[in-house]
Every structure is written in C-alpha cells, then in structure tokens.
C-alpha cells in the first residue's frame, strides 16, 4: 500500500489544485492536491511540508494545519491511503514548481469542485465539511 499525503491550501472560500499532467502513469489529465508519499522517516506533517514546499514553492505554517480525512483508492499493490490536511496558512505565493507532474494549478471555488474531473470524487464533500475558518 502507498502512504501518501496531500494539502488543501484553501483562500477565500477557493483551494489550490494541481492537475496532474496527461502523461502520469497514475492518475493522468485529473485535478488533484499537491502532495505526494511519505519518505522513510517522516511523520505524515513533515511529508507534508515537504512535498508542498517541493511541488508549490511555499513554505506550511505547521500549527495551521489540521487532519481533514483519509480516502483511499485501488487495490492490491497499487492501493493507496491519501492522508488528506486542510492548510490554513503558508509563507510564499503557490506557484508551480513540479511541472513534470503538473501542467497547472488553479484556485477552484470549493462549491465548484463536482464540475471538475478530480482523482477523488469524494474530495469536495471532505473539504465542505471543514467547519475551520480559511485565510483571506
């Protein structure tokens, strides 16, 4: 099974996706978070942190960060366990720093996310049901 984490970084009422790029083995030409798997070693918020920072450029203030859930998807050895943080606040502006695995990032209004082609249909009802105030 692959452990792996991911951020919703959410402004205003919006989150930042990434989409991962056409060509990914897993997962191509959806909207997804950014985020990625656990080094050995690391607790799942310093995955986070890092893999944010990686993928975005930012840096996650720890303490604004919160445990919205879990989802899973596929089976057997290609069985994943998605970790999912809700990211309150952050130093730096987003920008795309993995363009191999993401051919763009959008803020995408939290009430708008059922319109979109996502890796986990069930993101947008974990990400409503966060009753925590957002930046902005």
């Not at 692959?2 to 996706?17: D, M, P, Q």
């Not at 366990?81 to 309150?88: K, T």
Request: with cysteine; net charge negative.
């Amino acid at each position: 099974m692959h452990v792996v984490v991911c951020g919703a970084l959410v402004e205003n009422g919006a989150v930042l996706l990434v989409h991962r790029s056409p060509t990914r083995r897993a997962y191509p030409d959806l909207w997804d978070l950014p985020g990625g798997h656990l080094e050995a070693g690391e607790s799942k918020l310093q995955a986070l942190a890092r893999e944010i920072h990686e993928e975005l450029g930012v840096h996650i203030v720890a303490e604004s960060s919160s445990r919205l859930g879990d989802l899973h998807a596929g089976s057997g050895q290609d069985a994943v366990h998605v970790s999912v943080w809700h990211i309150r606040d952050w130093v730096g502006p987003p920008t795309n720093r993995a363009p191999e695995e993401h051919d763009d990032i959008a803020w995408v209004e939290i009430s708008e996310l059922g319109g979109l082609p996502l890796v986990f249909g069930a993101l947008p009802a974990l990400l409503r049901s966060s009753a925590a105030p957002t930046r902005g």
